[in-house]
Nanobody
Framework: QVQLVESGGGLVQAGGSLRLSCAAS????????MGWFRQAPGKERDFVAA????????YYADSVKGRFTISRDKAKNTVYLQMNSLKPEDTAVYYC???????????????WGQGTQVTVSS
């Protein structure tokens, strides 16, 4: 079993930055992909970014390319999402995700965090 705990959400003005963290515990994540999804009210949960746990390959949704950066600290079993140049449309609950294959879609996710709210004011 894997437990994922997010932190770092909050309220920020448009153009600002936030860094989300996802601490993983439980079984080893040596072969797991990690990622972030987000869900705005009344909308589906969408892919944001993903990273391979060992190889460092990264993937991004077109809407966040050039603004968001995903990274991981293997020693701390933690994944980060640095979000810059935030826009009001980035407002959503952000979920950490882990999967045995690339977590580019919700269907590939084996484990979810509880979510953290990000609100960007205009």
């Amino acid at each position: 079993q894997v437990q994922l705990v997010e932190s770092g959400g909050g309220l920020v003005q448009a153009g600002g930055s936030l860094r989300l963290s996802c601490a993983a515990s439980g079984r080893t994540l040596g072969n797991y992909f990690m990622g972030w999804f987000r869900q705005a009210p009344g909308k589906e949960r969408d892919f944001v970014a993903a990273i391979s746990w060992s190889g460092g390959s990264t993937y991004y949704a077109d809407s966040v390319k050039g603004r968001f950066t995903i990274s991981r600290d293997k020693a701390k079993n933690t994944v980060y999402l640095q979000m810059n140049s935030l826009k009001p449309e980035d407002t959503a609950v952000y979920y950490c995700a882990a999967g045995s294959i690339a977590v580019l879609t919700a269907g590939n996710v084996n484990y979810w965090g509880q979510g953290t709210q990000v609100t960007v004011s205009s």
